[in-house]
């Protein structure tokens, strides 16, 4: 059965950098084609992709936001971490974990982590 | 990468049978047959309901089905429930092997 829950700061200043973890269970990332993606949704808006890391440690970023965005991956743990540097209240949002199904699509997803960036 | 396009909101009856387009272009879901489905109710993480264009989860109602034709992928309800009223999003693996989604359809049942 695969679960993924995330956890993390509900609050951020602004230019704070926020790190979210993402603990998983049910595969591995030590296991070839695995991936585990983040997503996030602004309040009342859409679905906006982050990231993701693939068991071999190759990542991919969203273009607009690659400069601000880290995916790592502690397999022993089974935990994938995101940082997003130089918070701005625009990132606010609810910010999902998720593992990748068939290649391509989204399988499994956590409840989401909600972030308020505010002063 | 720009977010695919979607039908803000789309509605139908009972028992009806309704369609939401998603349109990219010819580096997202033109170009490969990697095209997915969520649906999400409110306050809830989004569910997959179709992966590569055509294929259901375990799990997924036949009820939906979904298509694609040259840069627009398609969903289509059949049999619309109470339950299926909710918001929709496609995503699609893009050619810069990154992901995209679309800006989502809310569907009401009426």
């Known amino acids: 059965q695969t679960t993924l829950r995330e956890s993390g700061p509900t609050l951020v200043k602004p230019t704070q950098t926020l790190t979210l973890t993402c603990l998983f269970s049910?595969?591995?990332?030590?296991?070839?084609?695995?991936?585990v993606a983040w997503i996030r949704q602004p309040p009342g808006k859409a679905l906006e992709w982050l990231a993701l890391?693939?068991?071999?440690?190759?990542?991919r970023y969203s273009s607009s936001l690659r400069n601000r965005l880290t995916i790592t991956k502690d397999t022993s743990k089974n935990q994938v971490v995101l940082t997003l540097t130089n918070m701005d209240p625009v990132d606010t949002g609810t910010y999902y974990c998720?593992?990748?199904?068939?290649?391509?699509?989204?399988?499994?997803w956590g409840q989401g982590n909600l972030v308020s960036v505010s002063s | 990468q720009s977010a695919l396009t979607q039908p803000a909101s789309v509605s139908g009856s009972p028992g009806q049978s309704i369609t939401i387009s998603c349109t990219g272009t010819?580096?997202?879901?033109?170009?490969?047959?990697?095209v997915s489905w969520y649906q999400q109710h409110p306050g809830k993480a989004p569910k997959l309901i179709i992966y590569?264009?055509?294929n259901r989860p375990s799990g997924v109602s036949d009820r939906f089905s979904a298509s694609k034709s040259d840069n627009t992928a398609s969903l289509t309800i059949s049999g619309l429930q109470a339950e299926d009223e909710s918001d929709y999003y496609c995503?699609?693996?893009?050619?810069?092997?990154?992901?995209?989604f679309g800006g989502g359809t809310k569907l009401t049942v009426l």
């Open positions: 995503g699609s693996f893009t050619l810069s092997k990154t992901w995209v």
């Open positions: 049910g595969f591995s990332l030590n296991t070839r084609g695995e991936g």
């Open positions: 010819s580096s997202d879901i033109g170009a490969y047959n990697f």
């Open positions: 998720a593992h990748l199904y068939s290649r391509s699509s989204f399988g499994f």
């Open positions: 590569d264009v055509t």
């Open positions: 890391i693939y068991w071999d440690d190759d990542k």
